[in-house]
């Protein structure tokens, strides 16, 4: 990546900046392609009424294409102008992302590729049967590409070569509106998110085994990683196809393959990443876009494979999450967008729905696109791009018609701009003294346990399984230790995420993958630990405790590291012996503390335990089915805005009680004032509700 130092575009403190200046990525997604040409103007100019700074500009290879090597802009057919499009969002003062892919998506037949690309043998994914990966997507099935086979990069190449001359003329470097560009998109196995479905083409094996060397030096250490003997023939060394090993010296080949799949996602990132800056986009920021983790199941700790957002960062300027969802699933958006709030340099939402597609099972309404923007600012998020702003064929009920009127629910997205803008909400932050850590090593196993496979959300099953690892659709293995893990490991993150919703504590989430020095800002770390955790890990937990930070660990003290050798980095810094405690353990660590808890149970008090024996603020609601968020103005000590939320259906009367006493509360989306009593607000919520509270503090 670039350094910060010699660029134009920079990415640091939540804000994406050109020239030391904010540049405001509060917009939607248009397809210049799929609109009349003599709409343009009118579009963007509604676009601009309706108080977006942003537009994000999907560019597809598929459109463009007229054979290989061979490309229409706007010669052939005027809508695949993309130069004088480009133009004529800079005319109105737009800041521009560009979407070129190779990949789009965008509800095409040939998602963003020439046909001839997915016609190709050569390029195409297998799966663990080595039969071709295939994308079950509508309206048809299409194979699923292979991301590590140099001859997709070379074809990849022809399309960077013709469509970045265009783009880099107009990068801001340049005098242009492009302030970021998007490195591909959705990068996800092609929504092969079960560990078997692919990919297992021979170039992708052959990146595996130098993975394995990678992390473990030798063919030798490979062997001894994996409690083999010897590995006679390295070059045929094969990934598991499918789960069948219950035995602990398994744990490590499993968790490495799902690992690598990380990493192969990575590597692909980074390498298109690389092309693209050596094609003239050196100078803004490069970004991508992971598709919606979890399902609609909410914290449920498993947001982490095959994503890997921190790793990933370290080679582009920002990562996000894609959240489309609606106010019934309140739990999925606060997790989704509370991770990328505590793992990402500038947390941002690259889709963000807005209308829905045609086969969307549960459309909703302007309410719902209300409640789950206010969600996601509420957890921090400081950009977003509504998916889609103008509608157009496959795509409904965006507050944008395709003739440039708009629709009722543009109120909706002109009211949240206001907002924006009248509060400065780049100058706000969250008030967080907690992390809470998912555990990759744990979910790795989980996601390589899994039996069954479903088809996703392009067609989503009668029975509402989710294509992400569950415990209905992982094995029920032990492998030796005392209890499955792969469930245990939810059971506590979810008892340490409710608790620490209940107490009011500020927190957000992130995974052990995050790079420690991020963990110090924080007053409390929390994690579920069992009996192995890699060494690394186990001795930045270790050091974070002695730097004067409270760990809180449990059901378990990891005695064993990653490949099941003795490991007690951990155990023997807290002074615990490994295993599972049988009552709470509290130690002194160096300038900081750890705790132990040894059951669920007690894991839903650790809140409580935080808020008592930390130094941490705390904002409540007398009725724990109410959720609070508190934003500091940077810029003015007695300025604060409080998000309430009432996730439920049933209406609640509560009293909210923040860090500090309440001067004034105006509601923001209502325009009204609130009630004050004794320092804090007494509200009455509807139900699927969230206040916008602009408060003066004492």
């Known amino acids: 990546m670039t350094t910060a130092t010699n660029r134009v575009v920079t990415v640091d403190d939540s804000a994406i900046k050109v020239n030391g200046k904010r540049a405001e990525l509060y917009g939607g997604a248009i397809h210049y392609w799929r609109l009349d040409r003599d709409k343009w103007e009118k579009i963007l100019d509604e676009i601009v009424n309706l108080g977006f700074t942003m537009v994000s500009i999907y560019i597809p290879w598929e459109a463009h294409e007229i054979s290989r090597g061979v490309f229409d802009f706007g010669q052939v057919d005027p809508r695949t102008d993309i130069d004088a499009f480009l133009t004529l969002c800079e005319d109105r003062g737009l800041n521009i992302v560009v979407r070129p892919g190779p990949q789009i998506n965008s509800e095409m037949t040939w998602f963003g590729y020439p046909k001839r690309i997915l016609d190709d043998e050569r390029l195409q994914a297998k799966n663990s049967s080595g039969a071709r990966a295939v994308l079950n997507q509508v309206p048809k099935p299409i194979p699923a590409l292979s991301y590590a086979t140099d001859a997709f990069f070379e074809e990849t190449a022809l399309w960077y070569d013709a469509i970045c001359k265009i783009l880099a003329k107009h990068a801001?470097?340049?005098?242009?509106?492009?302030?970021?560009?998007?490195?591909?998109?959705?990068?996800a196995f092609f929504f092969g998110i079960n560990a078997y479905s692919g990919d297992f083409s021979d170039a992708a094996l052959e990146k595996y085994r130098e993975f394995l060397l990678g992390k473990y030096g030798t063919v030798e250490g490979v062997a001894k990683a994996y409690g083999l003997d010897r590995i006679e023939d390295f070059s045929n060394f094969q990934p598991p196809r499918r789960f069948g090993r219950n035995d602990q010296k398994s744990i490590p080949w499993y968790a490495d393959w799902s690992e690598y799949r990380e990493h192969y996602l990575i590597d692909s990132m980074d390498r298109l990443a690389g092309m693209l800056r050596e094609r003239g986009l050196d100078q803004i920021a490069l970004f991508h876009n992971y598709p919606h983790p979890l399902g609609p199941g909410g914290a449920a700790s498993g947001f982490t494979c095959p994503f890997n957002l921190p790793k990933l960062e370290e080679k582009l300027d920002f990562v996000g999450f894609d959240i489309y969802s609606r106010k019934?699933?309140?739990?999925?958006?606060?997790?989704?967008?509370s991770y990328v709030v505590g793992s990402s340099r500038f947390p941002y939402i690259p889709e963000f729905i807005a209308g829905v597609w045609a086969w969307y099972l549960h459309p909703g309404d302007a309410h719902d696109e209300e409640f789950v923007t206010k969600a996601a600012l509420m957890q921090g998020i400081k950009g977003f791009s509504r998916y889609m702003i103008v509608e157009r064929d496959k795509?409904?009920?965006s507050p944008i018609r395709r003739d440039g009127t708009v629709r009722p629910m543009s109120k909706m997205h002109k009211t949240m701009n206001t907002i924006l803008k009248g509060v400065d909400f780049s100058n706000l932050r969250r008030r967080s003294d907690v992390m809470l850590l998912a555990n990759r090593e744990y979910?790795?196993?989980?996601?390589?346990?899994?039996?069954?496979?479903?088809?996703?959300?392009?067609?989503?099953?009668?029975s509402g399984f989710s294509e992400y690892p569950n415990r209905l659709t992982t094995a029920d293995e032990t492998f030796g230790f005392d209890t499955i893990v792969s469930q245990e490991k939810v059971n506590y993150f979810n008892a340490f995420n409710e608790s620490l919703k209940k107490s009011g504590v500020g927190y957000v989430l992130s995974d052990t993958d995050l790079s420690p020095d991020h963990w110090s800002k924080y007053h409390a770390l929390v994690i579920a630990t069992e009996d192995w955790l890699d060494e690394t890990t186990q001795k930045a937990l270790a050091d974070y405790a002695k730097a004067g930070g409270l760990l809180i660990i449990g059901p378990k003290v990891p005695g064993l590291g990653h490949t099941m050798e003795p490991c007690t980095v951990l155990a023997d810094t807290l002074g615990v012996a490994p295993g599972r405690v049988s009552e709470t353990v509290q130690v002194k660590v160096g300038e900081g503390a750890a705790i132990v808890v040894p059951t669920v149970e007690e894991a839903k008090t650790i809140g409580a335990k935080i808020a008592a024996d930390v130094d941490v603020?705390?904002?409540?609601?007398?009725?724990?089915r109410v959720d609070v968020v508190v934003h500091d103005d940077v810029t003015d000590s007695t300025h604060q805005i409080v998000f309430v939320c009432n996730p439920t259906d049933q209406p609640i009367k509560t009293h909210i009680t923040v860090d500090q006493l309440l001067v004034s509360a105006h509601e923001l989306w209502e325009d009204k004032d609130l009630t004050i009593t004794d320092g804090g607000l007494d509200l009455e919520l509807a139900p699927y509700t969230i206040l916008i509270a602009d408060c003066k503090v004492a």
Request: aromatic share 12%.
């Open 172 to 187: 801001v470097n340049n005098g242009g509106g492009i302030v970021a560009c998007q490195v591909d998109n959705e990068m």
């Open 328 to 337: 019934h699933l309140y739990n999925h958006v606060k997790t989704v967008a």
């Open 395 to 397: 795509w409904f009920f």
């Open 443 to 462: 979910d790795r196993l989980e996601a390589s346990s899994v039996l069954v496979s479903f088809p996703g959300d392009f067609l989503e099953t009668p």
């Open 617 to 624: 603020t705390k904002f409540t609601a007398d009725d724990d």
